[in-house]
């Protein structure tokens, strides 16, 4: 699987935006960009996806870069709820199969 | 809601007991489950891939007579540590593939082990 890479931890302020940045340098042309974070003490839960136009959803905005080889994970107004830890994962378009290849990911912590 | 469900929650057991773990697709069927393990402060590792039909494979490292996986329907896969100790504690998770890299993923709740 290709890596990626991501900060350890980051600070946010409440109600404040936050970018959450993965890069994916070895990223190839089937490589699905999905985001996952993990709440303490639960599974992880599915934040968003994409492949190589910038996604929004109800949760967070992900804007990839031209290249694709990083992309950042941006919470438009963060909320206590929202400090868990935050994976970048690449997954293939073309195994359906696949399992997750988990790296530390980043701690997000928000400050009240 | 969560459409992989993960049971139990958390569990305590004695040292040298077995323990066993659901994890059922609800709302789509699963030929293949996975199952992580994770340590505090840690990520998650990939245990096993569940098959239904068929008999699990296992990552390096990982003791396939010490966890038995089935998967006895395409809706159900288990995990049962047996004879566990306490360097068996820890927080085990399934999650099943449904639809590919193309959709979202599920995964379970979490099973916490403790055991003493």
């Known amino acids: 699987d290709a890596k990626t890479t991501q900060p350890n931890s980051m600070e946010s302020n409440e109600e404040e935006p936050v970018h959450l940045p993965c890069n994916h340098s070895t990223i190839s042309g089937t490589d699905y960009i999905h985001w996952y974070r993990q709440l303490p003490s639960q599974g992880p839960e599915y934040v968003i996806h994409g492949l190589t136009s910038n996604v929004n959803n109800r949760m967070a905005s992900l804007a990839i870069a031209e290249d694709r080889k990083s992309s950042t994970l941006i919470l438009h107004r963060a909320t206590l709820r929202d400090a868990a830890v935050y994976y970048c994962i690449l997954r293939d378009g073309n195994n359906y199969g696949q399992n997750f290849v988990f790296g530390p990911g980043t701690r997000l912590s928000v400050l009240p | 809601g969560a459409v992989v469900s993960q049971h139990p929650s958390w569990v305590i057991c004695k040292s040298g007991t077995s323990v066993k773990i659901e994890c059922r697709s609800l709302d789509f069927q699963a030929t293949t489950m996975f199952w992580y393990r994770q340590f505090p402060k840690q990520s998650l590792m990939l245990m096993a891939t569940s098959n239904e039909g068929s008999k699990a494979t296992y990552e390096q490292g990982v003791e396939k007579d010490k966890f038995l996986i089935n998967h006895a329907s395409l809706t159900l896969s288990t995990l049962t540590v047996t004879s566990a100790h306490p360097e068996d504690s820890s927080f085990y998770i399934c999650?099943?593939?449904?639809?590919?890299?193309?959709?979202?993923?599920?995964f379970g709740q979490g099973t916490r082990l403790t055991v003493v």
């Open positions: 999650s099943a593939p449904f639809g590919g890299a193309r959709t979202e993923a599920f």
